[in-house]
């Protein structure tokens, strides 16, 4: 039985298909490439896109309380009122 790795194609004896599996490697190599690009693409961008939202989501809660703390009209309104 001959084990189905692609080291196993390169090492083997330079026959008649040994151009048939280089090439064959090579195009499983490019694929490889390929999908690891799209994957490193997909995780960057995850980790972009959820940062960028965590930073919406604080700037808001930031502005929610700062809101909170600001005295509210009502209050400036009874302190101007007797004077």
């Known amino acids: 039985l001959r084990c189905c790795t692609a080291a196993s194609a390169v090492t083997e004896g330079g026959g ?3 151009a048939g599996d280089e090439r064959s490697l090579y195009i499983v190599r490019v ?15 995850g980790i972009f896109f959820l940062g960028c939202n965590l930073l919406i989501k604080s700037e808001g809660m ?3 309380l ?7 009209k009502e209050v400036e309104a009874v302190v101007v009122g007797p004077y």
């Open 16 to 18: 008649p298909g040994a």
């Open 31 to 45: 694929v490889q490439i390929a999908v690891m690009c799209v994957l490193a693409l997909t995780v960057v961008f």
């Open 62 to 64: 930031i502005n929610f």
């Open 66 to 72: 700062v809101k909170d703390r600001r005295p509210s």
